[in-house]
């Protein structure tokens, strides 16, 4: 196969990507960042708060959800089951270890629940936009127009509906089109959670800040789609944490500084009665260790940005 003569002069070739949202680099080539009190690792707790619409016209449309033959209840009522049983028993673990944590949340899921949004608030966790439900999907081929009115939707009932404010946003399946970067910070976003490329904070050029949630982490990952048990699931935080708590001392190309876990949560995945309990014990663990910062996503850009 010959390749066009312009091949290699491609205009937009660069380092990294080929794109102009943000500068590229390595972890290793930036300046360490330090954490409160002196900790390694800050750990992210992101907790998902889904609706799913059951209505006419075929079945949902969030990537990898809802697959068996419209409508389909077995697993619309596995996804309620969060809402009504799951979450809660994630509130009692967080309070018991005494950490706080960031809910994504649909805004769907802030209307019809207000007794858990307010249980949310009250125990000084963080709400991050979740778009509408879980239909609310972004794609490329969506017209620039409807995104701008579907991210405006989203954050508008969601502060009307919990009285906050978000400064932060998770798109549906961290799904993303050409545009949504720089609609994000036209509706005044602080920062997203889609681009997984890091396991710090980095800048993009509209001024957005991209706060990591790796899906390699995520409940739904390991335990949901690889079957891995709740116990193993707790296991490989445990091993994330000690390999990034060493990372942070400086080895060679590791250079050292703060690093960050990010854990991100289902309510109905893992606040069943089975698995629960492997995550209480994780966050006790955690809890107990000196060189662990819990915190919120606004609290660890914002302790980020004060650094750069």
């Known amino acids: ?21 943000y500068e590229w680099s390595n972890l290793h080539t930036r300046a360490p960042v330090s ?4 900790a390694k690792v800050a750990v992210w707790l992101c907790v998902s708060l889904e609706w799913f619409p059951i209505k006419p016209g075929g079945p949902f449309k969030a990537p990898g959800h809802m697959v068996t033959p419209y409508p389909d209840y077995r697993h619309y009522t596995v996804r309620d089951y969060g809402s009504r049983v799951g979450v809660w028993r994630m509130l009692d673990a967080f309070r018991a270890a005494g ?38 999907t972004i794609t490329s081929d969506l017209p620039l127009d409807e995104e701008r ?6 954050l508008t009932r969601l502060e009307a509906a919990s009285g906050v404010k978000p400064s932060g946003w998770l798109s549906i399946a961290r799904s993303q089109s050409f545009h949504t970067a720089d609609l994000l910070a036209e509706h005044g976003i602080t920062y997203m959670c889609d681009w997984v490329n890091d396991e710090l904070p980095y800048r993009f050029n509209n001024g957005v800040v991209n706060l990591p949630l790796n899906t390699e982490l995520s409940d739904r990952m390991i335990v949901a789609t690889q079957q891995h048990s709740a116990e193993g699931w707790a296991q490989m935080m445990r091993d994330a944490f000690d390999w990034l708590a060493a990372e942070a001392s400086g080895t060679g190309y590791t250079q050292g500084g703060g690093r960050m876990l990010p854990i991100h949560l289902t309510p109905y995945i893992m606040g069943l009665p089975y698995r629960i309990g492997a995550l209480e014990e994780l966050l006790a663990d955690f809890a107990a260790r000196e060189d662990a910062w819990f915190a919120t996503g606004a609290q660890i850009v914002a302790e980020w940005e004060a650094q750069q």
């Open 99 to 136: 950490v706080t944590a960031s809910f994504a949340t649909n805004a769907a899921i802030a209307e019809r629940y207000p007794e858990l949004i307010e249980a949310v608030l009250a125990e000084g966790h963080e709400i991050i936009a979740h778009s509408t439900d879980m239909n609310g």
């Open 149 to 154: 009115a579907l991210i405006a939707d989203s």
């Open 35 to 38: 954490w409160p009190g002196g």
């Open 1 to 21: 196969m010959n390749l066009p003569a312009n091949y290699t002069t491609y205009p937009h070739r660069h380092e990294g990507y080929d794109h102009d949202l």
